[in-house]
T-cell receptor, first 115, second 111 residues
Framework: DAGVIQSPRHEVTEMGQEVTLRCKPI?????LFWYRQTMMRGLELLIY????????DSGMPEDRFSAKMPNASFSTLKIQPSEPRDSAVYFC?????????????FGPGTRLTVL | QQQVKQSPQSLIVQKGGISIINCAYE??????FPWYQQFPGKGPALLIA?????SEKKEGRFTISFNKSAKQFSLHIMDSQPGDSATYFC??????????FGAGTRLTVKP
């Protein structure tokens, strides 16, 4: 298994532009998570899906952020418009079964820089 | 709301020494406490986990100590090696809670 796949690995964009981050979870995993990591705030859960349905998006910082999971093998996190404070590493993770008690498998992350 | 508080923020240990990272939680509903290890440029990966029905769990040089009454748990790395240099995250979860991560501890083991 290739593990969780994220693309792009690095993204540099200008303030105001739309950014789309992509994730392919491990096949068979029921849960998919989006996290943001910064030095100041550590690892923050943004949103998670169970069987393609968004369960909790309370961590999404504001309306500029949106996430979709159109099928079991693909999810996107979109920021529109992007701002410099969105600069961070964004991780996607997936887990089998009940999220609370199962290992989360993280992707390599997307390093986003907004100029 | 930070539900899991982790300390210290950074830690420097000499090779062969013991590294200790502490975490405290507030929600008594939490009943699963994993630790994740993250190397630079990589995503976090599960290192070791404990349930509150035991006070200690050991896997090789890594040990979790758990104090349910104090709502605290810690990671001990015995005989620390330069290859252990990484960021360590504690976390907590339960059936009714998503997994919440601590802020992370950057460990540096000097040769």
């Amino acid at each position: 298994d290739a593990g969780v796949i994220q693309s792009p690995r690095h993204e540099v964009t200008e303030m105001g532009q739309e950014v789309t981050l992509r994730c392919k979870p491990i096949s068979g995993h029921d849960y998919l998570f989006w996290y943001r990591q910064t030095m100041m705030r550590g690892l923050e859960l943004l949103i998670y899906f169970n069987n393609n349905v968004p369960i909790d998006d309370s961590g999404m910082p504001e309306d500029r952020f949106s996430a979709k999971m159109p099928n079991a093998s693909f999810s996107t996190l979109k920021i529109q418009p992007s701002e410099p404070r969105d600069s961070a590493v964004y991780f996607c993770a997936s887990s089998p079964g009940l999220a609370a008690y199962n290992e989360q498998f993280f992707g390599p992350g997307t390093r986003l820089t907004v100029l | 709301q930070q539900q899991v508080k982790q300390s210290p923020q950074s830690l420097i240990v000499q090779k062969g020494g013991i590294s200790i990272i502490n975490c405290a939680y507030e929600n008594t509903a939490f009943d699963y406490f994993p630790w994740y290890q993250q190397f630079p440029g990589k995503g976090p990966a599960l290192l070791i986990a404990i349930r509150p029905d035991v006070s200690e769990k050991k896997e090789g040089r890594f040990t979790i100590s758990f104090n349910k009454s104090a709502k605290q748990f810690s990671l001990h790395i015995m005989d620390s090696q330069p290859g252990d240099s990484a960021t360590y995250f504690c976390a907590a979860s339960s059936l009714r809670n998503d997994m919440r991560f601590g802020a992370g501890t950057r460990l540096t083991v000097k040769p």
